[in-house]
């Protein structure tokens, strides 16, 4: 099983596309490159050494997925940044 992270209410995760190529699949909602997202939600690595999936949402605060299989993006795909609010 893998753990699922939740940014606590004093914190702000973001997600910086660096790389927008597309996937060897047509997904129905893509990123931009050098757009800033918010992240909802990530997961802890699946093997040590790869990243993690991270789910972000767009301006109005709707998740955004490449597909109905693919929920979440590759954090290779992203600078993430945390803002600590007080």
């Known amino acids: ?3 699922l992270f939740v ?3 004093y914190m702000a995760v973001f997600a910086k596309c660096v790389d927008a190529s597309m996937p060897a ?3 129905e909602e ?6 800033v997202y918010p992240v909802k939600h990530f997961t802890e690595p699946l093997n040590q050494g790869d990243g993690f999936a991270i789910t ?3 301006e109005d605060g709707v998740e955004i997925h ?3 299989s693919h929920w979440s993006f590759a954090s ?3 600078e ?3 803002l600590h609010l007080n």
Do not use: A, C
Not at 30 to 35: D, I, L, P, S
């Open 1 to 3: 099983m893998v753990n």
């Open 7 to 9: 940014p606590p209410s």
């Open 25 to 27: 699949f047509e997904p």
């Open 30 to 35: 893509w990123v931009e490159e050098g757009k």
């Open 56 to 58: 972000i949402m767009d």
């Open 66 to 68: 490449p597909s109905s």
């Open 76 to 78: 290779n795909r992203f």
């Open 80 to 82: 993430l940044y945390t």
